[in-house]
């Protein structure tokens, strides 16, 4: 089977996207003070993200080959499931992350990307911080999986020009 892969020239989307970032990755996440507590969770997702996804080095501004400037967006909660008696059972979680990429080249993209997280919680209960808190992350973290696929989408293109 790997010499099938290896033969067509199949190359991972995560390894395509370490290529387009480098081996060392600096990570700013803006702090929204209007939504300071879901930016920390931002951030720890994102240079999580960079570690366990794309093992990829985080390190300070002046060692980085590659700078990645995220800023939280948009979150929201939208109710999806309710139960017999109209109390809502499930929600799911909605974010928007805005990811500005500096490469090595000085070459620069901006990219808006947005993950969904499907949770449930108690009839006739509100949603606790920690479900809260689970919800924004994991969403985080599917939105920076589409960021990890647009990156490899664009290293493909600069590959085959």
């Known amino acids: 089977m790997a010499l099938v892969f290896t033969g067509c020239g199949y190359k991972p989307t995560s390894q395509i996207a370490q290529d387009v970032l480098g081996d060392r990755v600096y990570v700013e996440v803006a702090i929204s003070i209007q939504d300071a507590q879901n930016s920390v969770l931002v951030k720890d997702a994102v240079k999580e993200a960079m570690i366990s996804r794309l093992n990829r080095d985080v390190v300070s501004r002046s060692e980085a080959q590659t700078l990645i400037f995220a800023r939280l967006g948009t979150v929201s909660f939208s109710p999806t499931l309710y ?16 990811l500005r990429t500096v490469y090595e080249s000085g070459k620069e993209d901006n990219i808006m990307v947005s993950g969904e997280y ?27 999986d589409e960021y990890v696929a647009l990156l490899a989408i664009r290293g493909l293109h600069e590959h085959n020009k």
Do not use: C, M, Q
């Open 83 to 98: 139960d017999k008696d109209g109390y809502v059972i499930a929600y799911k979680a909605h974010t928007n992350l805005r």
């Open 118 to 144: 499907d949770f449930t919680i108690e009839p006739n209960s509100v949603i606790s911080d920690a479900k809260r808190f689970e919800a924004i992350k994991n969403a985080s973290y599917e939105a920076l």
